[in-house]
């Protein structure tokens, strides 16, 4: 099984990032006439290179880790060239920053499994609207009743002995999940997504080492590793299968909580009339407004 704490030493990270990208941006992302086969999938390097206005050799010395100090303005260059979204922009930019540079990196500290307490007074005050707390790697901190009357018979909340809830472990590992979630592939790239981002700040972490070692031993998150996801939706909606009401479709609202141990409050709300029923059946509590009509 491979070792998460040390299959992506820090200092790899930005060399690792790179080559995920570029393996992943086809040449008609940017442009480029595809010639047909290709040995690798996605960009060669010396498409890169010459894209971004840099050497095949400097680029080579950066996909193996060789070079840690590359400028702001080649970072720029390569994000423009293989087209990075904002957030990937961003994360590379950190990683720029943080490799060779460790000292200018903020100190390390423990993840934080816990939330403040008016935090959860918030989640209480919330009800009947179901909303949760999830840390930076999918641990589901806290909760309300209305989401627990959701997510209970769903297993989301099921757990081990002293350790909390885990929507990634949940969407990888639980036998009810691709039931649940009528698109899990969506739902696994996100998760996915969610821990890759969340690694390059909580590696040091025991609680995060464990809980990547454990799923690196399935090939659909080795998979989604390797590639180096970046990105979640923090608005949107999605589709749950109930097994006690059956379909919801509900409407997300992920709001960032102003500390740093990268928690976030999320919200859901019923997207049409059948969830509305459907919620209230299972919280007990009066139909929510639909989201159209409480934006009216």
């Known amino acids: 099984m491979p070792d998460a704490s040390r299959a992506v030493p820090p200092r790899g990270e930005l060399a690792a990032f790179l080559r995920a990208r570029r393996e992943h941006t086809a040449p008609r992302d940017v442009g480029l006439p595809d010639s047909g086969r290709r040995r690798t999938p996605g960009l060669r390097r ?3 290179a010459t894209l971004a206005g840099v050497s095949v050799d400097y680029l080579v010395r950066l996909e193996q880790g060789r070079d840690l100090h590359p400028s702001a303005d080649v970072l720029l260059a390569l994000a423009d060239a293989m087209r990075l979204t904002e957030e990937e922009r961003r994360h590379l930019f950190f990683l720029g920053v943080k490799s060779g540079n460790e000292a200018l990196c903020p100190a390390q500290v423990a993840l934080a499994l816990d939330v403040a307490p008016t935090v959860a007074a ?14 930076p790697v999918a641990d589901v901190l806290a909760w309300n009743t209305s989401w627990a009357a959701v997510a209970g018979a769903l297993g989301l909340l099921d757990a081990a002995p002293g350790t909390p809830p885990n929507l990634a472990r949940y969407v990888f590992r639980h036998p009810a999940a691709r039931s649940v979630f009528p698109e899990w ?26 809980l990547v070692t454990e799923l690196r031993g399935g090939p659909e998150f080795e998979t989604r590793w390797n590639a180096h996801p970046i990105g979640e939706k923090r608005r949107g909606t999605k589709r749950l299968h109930h097994p006690e009401v059956g379909d919801l479709h509900v409407a997300f609202e992920v709001l960032e909580l102003p500390d740093d141990a990268e928690q976030q409050l999320v919200t859901w709300l019923p997207a ?10 299972l919280t007990g509590a009066p139909r929510l407004r639909l989201v159209h009509e409480a934006r009216a």
């Open 185 to 210: 592939r969506s739902a696994a790239d996100e998760q996915a997504g969610r821990l890759r981002r969340a690694f390059t700040h909580w590696a040091h972490d025991e609680h995060v080492q464990d």
């Open 46 to 48: 010396e498409e890169v």
């Open 272 to 281: 049409d009339d059948e969830t509305a029923a459907r919620l209230a059946a």
């Open 122 to 135: 918030l989640l209480d005050a919330l009800d009947p609207t179901p909303a949760f707390v999830v840390g």
